[in-house]
C-alpha cells in the first residue's frame, strides 16, 4: 500500500510539474546511493552521443531507447554503495527490485538488465524475457554503455576526443583520431579486452581506421574470415612465412625497399617496442 500510495504521489506531481516521474525516481536513486553526479554526467553525454551517431544502423529511434540508455548511464554505478565487487550485479538487482515510481514493470527490467550488463563477461540472460523488440534492442544499448564506461575509466574532466561510431548488423566500428590509443595504453588494453567479451556473444568491435594488418601464421587464420568486413584494410603484411593469396610476404617489401635501407639483425630476447594507433 505505502508502494502505491508513492507512486500516485510521484504521478500526481508529475502531472501537475509536467515533469516526467521516471527522471524524479532516477535522481531519488542517485541521491540514495550516493551517485557520483560529475561522473554520470559524463558517461550520459557520451552514452547520448554515441546512439546519435548509430541511431539508424541499429533501428533505436524509440524515445524510449535514449530515456533508458541515459538512465542506466546515471545509475551504472549505485551498486558501488553495497560493494566494489560486482557493484554492476548489485546495481541490478536494486533497480529490478526496487521501487521506482513512473516506472512500468518492463521498464525497469530493461533498465536493470542494461546496467547489470555494463561491464565483465557478457550474458544475455537477463534479456532474453523482455517484451519484444527490447529483447534484441538491449543488447545495442548494453554495448554503447559499456563502450561509454570503458573510455571514461579514468574519471578525469578531460573530455574525450571525436570518436566516430558506425553501426552495422553486430558489428560496431569505432575510429579514434590518429595516435590517441597510444598515448592511453591502458585505455587500448581495455579495449582488446572488450572485443574478446563482445566476441564472446556475437558482437565485433572493431577499428574501422585499419589500413595495415601484419599477421604471423598463428594470427593469419583469425583475421582471414573478418577482410570482409574490413573495407578499409588495404594491406596484410605476412612474416614468418605467413601466406595467402591477400598478404604480402614482409620480405617482398624489403626487395622493393631504398637501396639506402639496411634491416638490423635482431633476436627475439632482444626488446622491441610494438605501437598500435588507429
Do not use: C
Not at 79 to 103: E, V
Not at 178 to 199: N, S
Amino acid at each position: 500500500d505505502g508502494a502505491l500510495r508513492e507512486g500516485l504521489l510521484y504521478d500526481l506531481v508529475g502531472r501537475l510539474t509536467d515533469e516526467d516521474a521516471r527522471a524524479r525516481s532516477v535522481r531519488a536513486m542517485e541521491a540514495r546511493f550516493h551517485v557520483d553526479a560529475v561522473q554520470a554526467d559524463r558517461v550520459e553525454a557520451t552514452a547520448l552521443g554515441f546512439l546519435r551517431q548509430v541511431r539508424a544502423g541499429w533501428q533505436l529511434d524509440e524515445p524510449l531507447a535514449e530515456l533508458v540508455l541515459g538512465w542506466a548511464a546515471r545509475l551504472h554505478e549505485i551498486g558501488l554503495d553495497i560493494a566494489h565487487s560486482h557493484y554492476h550485479k548489485h546495481g541490478a538487482y536494486l533497480l529490478q527490485h526496487g521501487d521506482l515510481p513512473g516506472f512500468p514493470r518492463e521498464e525497469q527490467q530493461l533498465l536493470a538488465a542494461v546496467v547489470g550488463s555494463h561491464r565483465r563477461k557478457l550474458n544475455f540472460a537477463s534479456i532474453e524475457d523482455l517484451i519484444p523488440p527490447w529483447h534484441l534492442k538491449a543488447e545495442f544499448l548494453i554495448v554503447l554503455l559499456r563502450l561509454t564506461v570503458l573510455l571514461h575509466r579514468g574519471r578525469g574532466p578531460r573530455a574525450l576526443p571525436a570518436i566516430e561510431l558506425k553501426a552495422r548488423g553486430r558489428t560496431l566500428d569505432a575510429a579514434f583520431p590518429k595516435g590517441w590509443l597510444a598515448e592511453h595504453p591502458l585505455t587500448a588494453a581495455d579495449l582488446e579486452q572488450e572485443t574478446e567479451y563482445l566476441q564472446a556473444v556475437g558482437f565485433r568491435l572493431a577499428d574501422s581506421r585499419a589500413r595495415v594488418a601484419l599477421v604471423d601464421p598463428q594470427s593469419l587464420p583469425n583475421l582471414a574470415p573478418l577482410i570482409p568486413d574490413l573495407p578499409g584494410l588495404a594491406h596484410v603484411i605476412g612474416v614468418a612465412g605467413a601466406r595467402e593469396s591477400f598478404t604480402t610476404p614482409f620480405e617482398t617489401l624489403l626487395e622493393r625497399g631504398s637501396p639506402y635501407f639496411a634491416p638490423a639483425e635482431t633476436a627475439s630476447s632482444e626488446p622491441a617496442l610494438l605501437i598500435y594507433t588507429s
